[in-house]
């Protein structure tokens, strides 16, 4: 994308969550709620044909998990799904993850991949991680896929393609997945999902409160509804009675989990295992630099950990920062004798080296931690590692010689 694309898509993203102000914003605001009518006219629609199986959804003879939100980003759902795959790793399965890798370079050249089989001879879809190994940068993988792949090495596969069916006829056939995690998949309903789990964010459930493009929502919010289990995340403290009310009015027996975004640690970006305690923040003057959907959230994360913030430089979500852009962060930084900049994990993937590293450049580590319903997890976990009605490799044995009905 270009300069002048990347900006107007930001300026469109501070426009609907309000941090752009003036005339123009607000002529922008007042035609894209006009939109946002048609908007909820086509969500309405495409869900019914596939209620009515008007449009067929896939089974893939193993479990899909869709783990996605009512909104557009700013809830977190990465580190959720790091959270998923690790608790499912420990209990034995073998979990794939599915995404369309939003905003990843197309290959030059096809993937070299093992004993392919005749229903992959054409294209394929990318393949981030085996399970065993890295097999794409990351402009190829895009940075949460990449991301990912990285974190949850030995053991998780990542799999990148629009066509999220043929992703996850590969993972089961070809990594031998027996659980499949479609990542930001509310709305992504050629699958058919076993759970269906739906992230809110604490402060904002349902983000600026009106749909695409007049506001976040990409579903009004009665279709919470839709969830089997709701994961409320970036809990400062439990829920107060009306806030759980709230999303109860929306989804009366889905179980509520509430979590956390902990901070873990600092560590340098371009020198692997070099780390600092959150302690070393206390009194820090820092900088910071991110490209995510609410950069006011990791600002407010600095904040609680103590460090003093003298600017905060923002892009838009998944953007790819400038060389020139990143070199005047680092120059400014020295000028004013700052500590550190920091970024975030998401963004240190595809940082670009600085031409002078006269900073220290470091992210911030976030896992996620629940506070309030451990036991609702644990009845999710039993649940989606119950064994499947037929092994993968089997189940797709007897897909071939047409004997399986398909299951989940």
């Known amino acids: 994308m270009s300069r002048l694309g990347q900006d107007l898509e930001k300026w469109g993203a501070d426009v609907i969550f309000g941090r752009e102000k003036g005339f123009w914003a607000t002529v922008a605001r007042s035609v894209f709620r006009i939109f946002s ?20 959804q896939a089974r893939l003879g193993v479990k899909v998990v869709s783990i996605g939100n009512l909104t557009m980003g700013g809830t977190g759902k990465t580190p959720v799904v790091e959270f998923f795959c690790k608790a499912l790793l420990a209990q034995g399965r ?41 097999r794409l940068p990351v402009e190829y993988a895009g940075d949460e896929p990449y991301m990912l792949a990285k974190n949850l090495l030995p053991g998780v596969g990542v799999i990148v393609d629009r066509d999220r ?32 789990v739906v992230l809110v964010d604490a402060e904002r459930p349902f983000g600026t409160e009106a749909l695409i493009p007049r506001g976040t929502l990409r579903e009004p919010p009665s279709n919470l509804s839709r969830a089997n289990y709701i994961f409320v995340t970036r809990c400062q403290r439990p829920l107060s009675k009306e806030q759980i009310t709230r999303l109860q009015r929306h989804n009366k027996t889905a179980p509520i989990i509430q979590t956390q975004h902990a901070p873990q640690y600092l560590e340098k970006v371009f020198t692997t295992g070099e780390r600092l305690e959150l302690s070393d923040l206390k009194g820090k003057y820092v900088a910071a630099m991110s490209g995510i959907a609410n950069p006011e959230s990791f600002e407010g994360l600095l904040r609680d950990l103590g460090a003093e913030i003298l600017f905060h430089r923002t892009f838009g979500d998944h953007q790819v920062f400038p060389q020139k852009d990143v070199d005047l962060v680092f120059d400014r930084a020295l ?43 644990q009845t999710c976990l039993e649940r989606l590692c119950h064994p499947p009605e037929l092994p993968a490799a089997e189940w797709w044995k007897q897909r071939a010689l047409g004997k399986a009905a398909v299951s989940r």
């Open 335 to 377: 000028k004013r004798d700052l500590d550190l900049i920091i970024t975030t994990e998401k963004d240190a993937v595809r940082f670009p080296r600085p031409t002078e590293e006269s900073v220290p450049l470091y992210f911030l580590r976030i896992e996620v931690e629940i506070i309030e319903g451990k036991e609702e997890w």
């Open 37 to 56: 009518w048609l908007f909820i006219v086509i969500v309405r629609l495409r869900l019914l044909l596939f209620r009515t199986g008007v449009k067929p």
């Open 94 to 134: 073998r979990p794939v993850i599915l995404s369309r890798g939003y905003k990843s370079r197309r290959l030059e050249e096809r993937q070299v991949w093992r004993g392919r089989r005749e229903e992959f001879l054409g294209e394929f879809p990318k393949v981030v991680s085996d399970g065993e190994r890295l």
């Open 165 to 196: 069916v043929k992703g996850g006829r590969f993972a089961v056939r070809e990594l031998q997945s027996d659980i499949l995690l479609l990542d930001d998949g509310l709305q992504y309903l050629k699958i058919d999902h076993s759970i269906d």
